[in-house]
C-alpha cells in the first residue's frame, strides 16, 4: 500500500499493491496498521455502496456534524468518478480549498477523506458503484452539506452539461453560511 499527500495534505491517496495472475487479481484494500504507520488512527464501523445509472450524477458535498463526524476512505469498484473533498475546518491553511482526484475501478485508487471535510463525486460513466468506509455511523440529526456549485469554493465539475443532482442536494446551503465552529483546526 502506498499513500500519496495531495496538495491538502491531510487528504491522502492511495495505491494498493496489487497481485496479478492467470486467475485475476487480489489486493488489500485496507490495513489499519497501514494508516497507523501514516499517523492515521482510524477505526472503521460502516460502509456503503451507492449505484449511480447516469454519468453526470453528482453527489454532494456532504458532512457529518460533530459529536458523530466521519472519516470516509472511498473506491470505485465499477465506472470512475471525479472525488472531491472541501476541507471545512476553520483556522486551517486550506480552509475552503478543495482536492479533486479521479478515481476509478481501472486504476483501484482510493482517496482518504478525513473528518473536517466536506465530501462529494460526479460519476464520468454509466452505472458506476462506488463503496466507502465511514468512521461513524449515519446520523441524520448530523448529517450536513454544501451547494455542490458554491461560486466561493469554484469547484472544476469538469462537467460537459448540468449534473443530475438530488432534491436535497439542489437546495444545500452556502458555504459561507455554514455555523461557525463546526471543525475547529487543531494541528498538534
Not at 502506498?2 to 499493491?17: C, G, N, Q, T, Y
Not at 457529518?64 to 470505485?76: F, S
Not at 472544476?156 to 443532482?165: A, C, F, M, Q, R
Request: charged share 25%.
Amino acid at each position: 500500500m502506498k499513500f500519496h499527500r495531495l496538495s491538502i495534505p491531510d487528504v491522502l491517496l492511495i495505491e494498493a499493491d496489487c497481485i496479478v495472475d492467470e486467475r485475476g487479481f487480489f489486493s488489500e484494500t485496507f490495513r489499519e496498521d497501514k494508516f497507523a504507520e501514516q499517523a492515521i488512527h482510524v477505526h472503521f464501523i460502516q460502509e456503503n455502496r451507492s449505484l449511480s445509472g447516469q454519468a453526470g450524477t453528482l453527489r454532494g458535498l456532504h458532512f457529518q456534524a460533530p459529536p458523530r463526524a466521519q472519516d470516509k476512505l472511498v473506491r470505485v469498484i465499477q465506472g470512475s468518478i471525479l472525488d472531491v473533498a472541501v476541507d471545512i475546518r476553520e483556522g486551517s491553511p486550506t480552509f475552503g480549498r478543495s482536492v479533486s482526484v479521479e478515481i476509478s475501478k481501472q486504476n483501484e485508487l482510493q482517496i482518504f477523506v478525513p473528518k473536517g471535510f466536506a465530501h462529494g463525486f460526479v460519476t464520468l460513466e454509466p452505472n458506476t458503484e462506488v463503496l466507502y468506509k465511514t468512521s461513524n455511523y449515519f446520523a441524520p440529526d448530523c448529517d450536513r452539506g454544501i451547494f455542490w456549485n458554491d461560486p466561493d469554493l469554484a469547484i472544476d465539475w469538469k462537467l460537459n452539461s448540468e449534473p443530475i443532482l438530488s432534491a436535497r442536494d439542489r437546495i444545500m446551503p452556502l458555504f459561507l453560511d455554514l455555523p461557525k465552529g463546526l471543525f475547529p483546526y487543531d494541528r498538534l
